[in-house]
């Protein structure tokens, strides 16, 4: 069973373009979460998503951040006009239907990350 | 409110050796507490967890210590070894939402 399938694992844009990573879940998981790691920092949660449908976009920044999971393909982080303080490592993650099966809401299965990098 | 504070930043422990992170929250809301464990270049890992209504977890040397009272808790680690040595992470979670607060993170070398 394959894991949480993450790509591009390095990027590298200037400021002003755009960036498109992209998360295909575990088989079997339909919740997809996404989670920014800033350099010497913790990781920090920034949108939920299940199926064509955003449930908790809280941790997103208001403007130039997007993200979306749809009925088929993988899903999608977009940052438009990117700027050096987006360099970060971003990690999605995916749990099947939070309470079934044993697993604990916490329980979060992790990709290996995408960095980005803005020159 | 959010917040998970973890202590310390960085950690250096013989091999054999009992390696100590502690955290401590606020929210009261949180229901389920993670560790995880990451490797360089690696996505974090789901290491052992607890639920607030029990006081120790214990999963071959890594033990989870719980004080409701004191909104702390901390992860052990028996034994060390070198291939202890990743950065580890408590967390905080509500409900089913995966919505997962971390704490900052503390790195740990064991030296061999």
């Known amino acids: 069973n394959a894991g949480v399938m993450q790509n591009p694992r390095h990027l590298v844009r200037r400021r002003g373009q755009e960036a498109r990573l992209r998360c295909s879940p575990m088989k079997g998981h339909s919740h997809v979460y996404w989670y920014r790691q800033l350099p010497e920092e913790g990781l920090k949660f920034m949108v939920y998503?299940?199926?064509?449908?955003?449930?908790?976009e809280s941790g997103m920044p208001k403007e130039r951040f997007s993200a979306e999971f749809p009925k088929e393909g993988p899903s999608i982080l977009r940052i438009q006009q990117v700027v050096r303080g987006d360099s970060a490592a971003y990690f999605c993650?995916?749990?099947?239907?939070?309470?079934?099966?044993?697993?604990?809401?916490?329980?979060?299965?992790f990709g290996e990350g995408s960095r980005l990098t803005v020159l | 409110q959010q917040q998970v504070k973890q202590s310390p930043q960085s950690l250096i422990v013989q091999k054999g050796g009992i390696s100590i992170i502690n955290c401590a929250y606020e929210n009261t809301a949180f229901d389920y507490f993670p560790w995880y464990q990451q490797f360089p270049g690696k996505g974090p890992a789901l290491l052992i967890a607890?639920?607030?209504?029990?006081s120790e977890k214990k999963e071959g040397r890594f033990t989870i210590s719980f004080n409701k009272s004191a909104k702390q808790f901390s992860l052990h680690i028996m034994d060390s070894q070198p291939g202890d040595s990743a950065t580890y992470f408590c967390?905080?979670?509500?409900?089913?939402?995966?919505?997962?607060?971390f704490g900052q993170g503390t790195t740990l070398q064991v030296k061999p």
């Open positions: 967390a905080g979670v509500t409900g089913n939402t995966g919505k997962l607060i």
């Open positions: 607890i639920r607030p209504d029990v």
């Open positions: 998503l299940q199926k064509e449908n955003i449930i908790d």
């Open positions: 993650a995916s749990s099947p239907l939070p309470g079934t099966s044993g697993y604990g809401a916490g329980e979060l299965f």
